[in-house]
Each structure stands twice: as C-alpha cells, then as structure tokens.
C-alpha cells in the first residue's frame, strides 16, 4: 500500500532474445494512485485492471479492500512477490498458499479477480487448481524466469540485486507450455504472456488455451508492438474464415 522505492540501479541488463530485470515492484503507493493515476486512466475507453504487489497476505486483503470501493475493472494478485512470514518465498511457489491467499482476498473483493503465477515452480498446473479452488476468476501465466549474468572483467553479476527475472522471446517457449498445462486443467480464464512480439506469437498461445494475451518487454524495442499484433491477428482471421477469435482458443492439434 504505502510507496516503494524498489532495487538499487543497475536494475536492468540485456540478454540473447530477452532481459533481466530487477525493479522491486517500485510504485507510488495506493494513495497517489487514486489521486493521480487512477482519474488519468479514467479518461480512456479501456478496462482498468490494477496489479497487486505485497509482502504479507494481510496487507493483500488491506489493499484489495480499499481497490473493492474504486471505479476499477479488477484486480490481479502478482503472487511472485516474497512472502516475507514464508522464509521469503514466492506466495505463488506452493498449492496452499496461493489457495490461502485467493480465498482470503475473495472475501473482500467483489471485482474480477486474476492471480498472476510464477514459472519458477515444478507443478504449475497444481498450483493454478489452487487459485480456481478458491474463487479466482483466472489465472496469468507466466511471470519472469529467474536468471543471472555476469560481467567476466569485473567478475559481479550486472544487476545490483544479483539475480532477476528473465523476460522476452528467451522465454516464450516455456510460457506456451506452461499456459498449454494449465488451460487443459482449469475451467476457468488462462491469460497467456512470455515473449509475445509478434501475432504470430499471440496466435500460438491462444492455440494453446489462452483467452487473452498480454505483451511486455516487445514494448521496449517496438512501442507500436501491440497495435501491429492485433493488426496481424485480424489479418489471420481473415486469411482462415474466423469469424470469432474465440473459436481458435485451445484448438491445438496434437502430434
């Protein structure tokens, strides 16, 4: 809730085909958002879904309060941050405590509600079951890979925190069948990302099972990244006959 300054700088390094970031979930706290970012949002013809980012499952449900009684569209948890009560692990790197903490939110929170996972996991699909399990209206998948790179003259690592996550094509690969995983075990809405640059890339993903897709580190070499994809995605539905983009969800043909 309260402001956050984030990681020491360098927080940003590049890698082949991707990035290592390490920003520490810097934002200016609740209060400024609703007081200048949220009546700036406001203006535009667009949903407004808010990224949470906390250390403790108390102040989730604190926030996510305060979120229940704004003109917002939802909420997505980002249950990668560390759970400072766990030995600092991800909330989202076991079944139970993501299924503890959506429960626990979905008490107060009468809004769509999305719970966004980490890659960084052995069983994804099990711990996705967790957030259906208790009343998430859908998943995202997935954040960044964790990963490390080294500067060999001066023997240290680039980032300042040492390690971070790993974003861009390097990881779309991993994001498809992770997205492909779980979209066969929920019934409820799998949001794909990782990678996406391209609508071919987003194609892929929804052929796997997402309902939507989102797009990231693409921005920061493209900023018209977006707009060129759905423009592609249009241009595919109109080279197969697809009426509605939904019929394409899911209907990979296997090997």
Do not use: H
Request: with cysteine; net charge negative; charged share 20%.
């Amino acid at each position: 809730m309260k402001a956050k300054s984030g990681n020491k700088p360098p927080r940003i390094c590049e890698t082949p085909s991707g990035m290592l970031s390490s920003i520490g979930f810097q934002n200016q706290g609740i209060e400024y958002f609703i007081e200048t970012e949220l009546p700036f949002l406001e203006k535009f013809d667009t949903a407004i879904i808010v990224n949470v980012c906390e250390n403790k499952v108390e102040d989730y449900i604190e926030i996510c309060k305060i979120l229940n009684t704004l003109p917002i569209d939802g909420v997505e948890l980002n249950l990668a941050s560390p759970n400072i009560e766990n030995k600092g692990l991800p909330f989202a790197s076991s079944y139970e405590e993501v299924k503890k903490i959506t429960a626990n939110v979905r008490e107060v929170l009468n809004k769509p509600l999305i719970i966004k996972l980490t890659p960084n996991v052995s069983n994804i699909s099990k711990i996705a079951k967790g957030a259906e399990e208790a009343g998430a209206d859908g998943v995202s998948l997935i954040n960044t890979i964790l990963g490390m790179k080294i500067d060999i003259e001066k023997r240290r690592p680039l980032l300042a925190n040492n390690t971070g996550g790993l974003s861009g094509p390097a990881i779309r690969p991993i994001a498809v069948r992770m997205v492909y995983e779980v979209a066969k075990t929920l019934k409820i809405p799998v949001l794909g990302m990782g990678g996406i640059a391209s609508y071919e890339d987003a194609i892929e993903f929804m052929l796997v099972g997402a309902n939507a897709i989102s797009i990231g580190s693409a921005n920061f070499a493209n900023p018209y990244t977006s707009i060129e994809v759905i423009k592609g995605i249009e241009s595919y539905m109109r080279k197969y006959n697809i009426e509605n983009i939904n019929e394409i969800i899911g209907q990979v043909i296997l090997n």
